[in-house]
């Protein structure tokens, strides 16, 4: 609360309406050097290009939404970032993608180091099964994390907006969470490896209004201090968390603007088509 | 459900334009009667008055609806904006007609015919100006509208020759004070509706571009 002023003026009502709080104003494109760069990206299943000629920059400590109708490219984009895709037979990458100017399938970067640092929540919550602590301890420990474990569980689960729900039953099985407590203790466990960008494959598709609400909240938080990338099918969604949103089409990038911006002014028709629900 | 949308939104944008035409209608009929004192105008315009409150209302409603239940973003979102913000204008341009008609009532127009030279001059500016601004509206046509913008420099000057005149002519011709005032009222009624028609511009180059211009000097 901003502290009422004297009036200025005689029998002004002024003062007692407080000032508002003062925010940053919507950021801008290409204000920060990025974190991830993608430069003429095409990522290939086969034959297949699912991403084509992509050149897309993510700012650190922003959101950063990716939206477009299925099989658009979009899920393969995020999982590119931190190489999700090794795991899939035929993935063929050409292009550059580079986290913090680094070559993320250069022959130097170590895919384990790498997700470590960007670390990624995926669309149904899947904890271990496992206590609450271990789901989010388990990762740091074997990882050499040499601090106390107890406190980052509890920050991390703090991070995560969890804490005050299941500090008093740490040991008992995730499992027996929600599923928004569940998806947020995957959010803890990311946390929890301390990285630096955060990637969200449709976080809330498997959740009620109510869970996701607090996911959407949560990702407002976590910007503070993390990047984040959101892949969602939801543009509610993207319009109401993202700084930015990224609209692809058939692999192609159509366009990258200001949240604020792309849902109201669009600058490409097939996006416009896209948001209105016009599309196809 | 985005077809069922679209067709609601048509409807919506039709509405808000019959409502526009109506209002231009309103003004020409003071344009036509305002020099022959007629009391049947007065009565008139007061009625349509009434259904023009009436549409405001509907038209508002209806845009509070379609965001509630769609959530319309992009062009969609900018129509129902402009048409939510044209409706508060058109509502008032309506009012300024009845504010003209009254005062027309009892225009001592045989007296007053030395006066009334720019008063002539400014209806027909003043109706191509919301004409304009309604086309604008209609084919969603910045160019259209910058133009509005532009020609209503023209119209605040003609209203100021007739505060002059009405300045000097006040001393000299006091019997006449009443229709002096008259006449100075219905001058600033049009001034009023071309500047609701500046206005129904810059929401149609918010439609069409996405940019608010309002304030600026473009």
């Known amino acids: 609360m901003v502290a009422a002023r004297k009036p200025a003026v005689p029998g002004s009502a002024l003062h007692l309406v407080p000032a508002l709080p003062q925010r940053a104003p919507a950021p801008e494109l290409a204000a920060a050097e990025p974190v991830i760069r993608a430069e003429t990206l095409t990522i290939r299943y086969g034959e297949f290009a699912a991403v084509r000629d992509t050149t897309l920059d993510i700012p650190p400590k922003q959101v950063t939404a990716i939206i477009g109708p299925s099989g658009c490219g979009k899920s393969t984009l995020l999982r590119a970032m931190n190489r999700m895709n090794d795991f899939i037979d035929g993935v063929r990458v050409s292009g550059r993608l580079l986290f913090n100017g680094r070559d993320v399938y250069g022959p130097d970067t170590d895919p384990v180091e790498l997700r470590r640092r960007v670390g990624m929540v995926f669309q149904k919550p899947n904890p271990f099964p496992k206590t609450i602590f271990k789901n989010v301890a388990w990762g740091p420990a074997v990882n050499g994390y040499r601090g106390n474990l107890a406190e980052l569980v509890e920050e991390s689960l703090r991070k995560a907006a969890l804490w005050d729900e299941v500090k008093d039953q740490l040991n008992k099985s995730a499992l027996a969470l929600s599923g928004g407590q569940q998806q947020r203790l995957c959010i803890a466990r990311a946390v929890a490896m301390q990285p630096e960008v955060l990637l969200m494959d449709e976080p809330c598709s498997a959740l009620d209004p109510i869970a996701t609400a607090r996911i959407e909240d949560l990702i407002d938080q976590l910007k503070s201090q993390y990047t984040v990338v959101l892949v969602t099918h939801n543009m509610q969604q993207a319009a109401r968390v993202s700084d930015r949103t990224a609209f692809m089409l058939m692999g192609e990038l159509v366009e990258v603007d200001v949240t604020s911006r792309l849902f109201t002014t669009p600058g490409d028709p097939r996006t416009q088509d896209y948001i209105t629900g016009r599309f196809g | ?218």
């Open chain 2, 1 to 218: 459900m985005t077809a069922h949308f679209v067709n609601l939104l048509d409807d919506l944008r039709r509405r808000s334009l019959r409502m526009a035409a109506q209002v231009e209608d309103m003004l020409q009929e003071c344009d036509e009667f305002v020099f022959r004192a007629d009391e049947v105008l007065a009565r008139r315009v007061a009625a349509r008055d009434e259904e023009i409150d009436a549409e405001e209302v509907g038209v508002e409603t209806e845009v509070i609806r379609l965001l509630a239940l769609y959530q319309p973003v992009g062009r969609d979102l900018r129509l129902l904006a402009a048409i939510l913000k044209v409706n508060s204008d058109l509502e008032r341009v309506a009012d300024c007609t009845v504010n003209i008609a009254e005062r027309a009532r009892h225009l001592e127009v045989q007296e007053l015919a030395n006066e009334t030279e720019e008063l002539k001059q400014l209806f027909p500016l003043v109706r191509r100006a919301l004409r304009n601004a309604v086309q604008a509206y209609s084919a969603e046509d910045a160019d259209v509208a910058r133009r509005v913008i532009h020609d209503d420099g023209a119209i605040d000057a003609t209203y100021g020759q007739i505060v002059r005149r009405v300045v000097a002519a006040a001393p000299r011709d006091s019997r006449h004070m009443a229709g002096l005032f008259d006449l100075l009222s219905i001058a600033k009624n049009l001034e009023r509706v071309a500047d609701h028609a500046t206005n129904i511009a810059e929401d149609v180059i918010f439609l069409a571009t996405g940019t608010i211009v309002r304030h600026s000097r473009e």
